[in-house]
């Protein structure tokens, strides 16, 4: 059914669908209607007997579902930026224990300085965490993303992260098909779990482990990543024949036919790169984009397969990694090991900086003819940045960074002396 509804609700609704037993909430922007709309749905009964359970912190809320799932329910929860963070150890015990928990992660970036708008640090933050993290690029691909989730997360008994883009996807109202209940039930069987506390079968579960066996445990986890490589498209396909609509590729090129430059990205701003790619068509360059719609497991020979046939690569990301550059442009470059294909980086809209066509284009151009910094920060103000280097080094009291900048913009307070 097609419904004019907020990217968070359209989730809430797709979530319900799913019918989970336990639900976890602590509020923080940009997810909370989720949990806020579930609520809601839990109150007027319309999830039966489900629990939904107000708790103190973001470590409470994922510590409450993995009790829930280690008790043999279908558990969700949801947060963003520094409440990812905060549940750090429980984030690592949910995947090391082999808890088959779905999370929205409503992207944010974090701090200091503080700032709640969208970028991609606080997933990437957990990437190696042992959890599959799926992205969307539109609230249509979040709402279905989050079907599939619950039926990847309970195949293979491994949690999974639906990351939508905070406040352009989690505030955003759009036209989205919401499914109906017949149809999810088709798809999502009833959760029969792989392990649970059960009285009548004792089990240990977290239990110590040493250094004779702590390899294998952990190879372990890693073969379920391995084995989502499999799990995923199969799982896309059936979607696609149950509601007639392909959503959750692992990997998704756009008019790459013959493109000499491909462009690389996660999330909504795919929707920027392709109008730029179909402007770049319209004026004679061949070019082409490649959406990731799984970062974990990376799939890497699916990468490969689809830059093939490219002279260059750019990997546009909303995300970096201190003193290296682009996370996600170091595993693409890892999927090309051995070919000779530059691949350029493109960091892009830290904090919610805007990523407008005009500089992708300008950029693009750049790279086209081989002329681009290496990575390239879009947008950024070289000017403010010299003088805050000057500064520094002119007193060694020269003040918090992020103050100076605010000041030498004219967003706070007097002007530096």
């Not at 995947?95 to 992660?105: E, H």
């Not at 505030?171 to 069987?189: C, F, G, K, N």
């Not at 977290?206 to 372990?220: D, I, Q």
Request: overall charge negative; charged content about 20%; proline content about 5%.
């Amino acid at each position: 059914m097609l419904k004019q509804i907020e990217g968070s609700r359209a989730v809430a609704e797709a979530v319900a669908l799913a019918r989970p037993q336990v639900i976890s909430a602590y509020p923080i922007t940009p997810q909370t209607h989720i949990v806020e709309d579930l609520s809601a749905i839990v109150k007027r009964g319309g999830l039966g007997a489900c629990e939904f359970v107000n708790v103190e912190s973001e470590f409470a809320a994922l510590s409450c579902v993995i009790g829930a799932s280690a008790a043999g329910a279908r558990a969700y929860t949801a947060t963003a930026s520094q409440g990812l963070l905060f549940m750090a150890e429980a984030v690592y015990n949910a995947s090391g224990m082999g808890f088959p928990i779905v999370m929205t992660v409503g992207n944010r970036a974090i701090g200091a300085p503080i700032n709640i708008w969208n970028d991609h640090s606080d997933s990437m933050s957990m990437a190696d965490s042992g959890w599959i993290q799926l992205h969307a690029e539109t609230n249509q691909e979040a709402v279905d993303l989050h079907i599939i989730a619950f039926r990847l997360a309970e195949q293979l008994s491994v949690p999974v992260m639906v990351c939508m883009d905070g406040f352009i996807l989690t505030h955003a109202y759009e036209r989205v098909d919401i499914h109906t209940q017949a149809q999810v039930d088709a798809y999502l069987p009833p959760f029969e779990p792989v392990q649970m506390l059960d009285p009548d079968e004792p089990v240990t579960m977290g239990a110590m482990v040493g250094p004779e066996a702590f390899m294998e445990v952990r190879y372990l986890s890693h073969h379920k990543q391995l084995q989502a490589l499999e799990v995923i498209p199969q799982l896309v396909d059936e979607f696609r024949a149950q509601f007639g609509r392909s959503s959750g590729a692992m990997v998704a090129p756009y008019r790459t036919d013959n493109a000499q430059t491909v462009v690389v990205a996660l999330g909504s701003v795919n929707g920027t790169i392709k109008d730029v790619v179909d402007d770049m068509r319209a004026q004679g360059a061949c070019i082409g984009s490649v959406k990731i719609g799984a970062f974990r497991p990376f799939p890497l020979a699916q990468i490969r397969e689809a830059l093939a046939g490219a002279s260059r690569v750019i990997v546009v990301e909303k995300d970096l990694a201190l003193g290296l550059g682009g996370i996600v442009a170091s595993n693409v470059r890892m999927a090309l090991r051995g070919l000779p294909t530059p691949v350029y980086t493109i960091i892009a809209g830290l904090g919610g900086r805007p990523i407008p066509k005009a500089s992708l284009h300008k950029a693009f151009d750049g790279a086209m003819r081989d002329e681009i910094e290496d990575p390239l920060f879009l947008d950024l103000d070289h000017k403010v940045i010299d003088r805050e280097l000057a500064r520094m080094k002119e007193k060694r009291r020269s003040g918090p960074i992020a103050e100076n900048i605010l000041r030498e913009m004219g967003l706070v307070g007097h002007k530096l002396g």
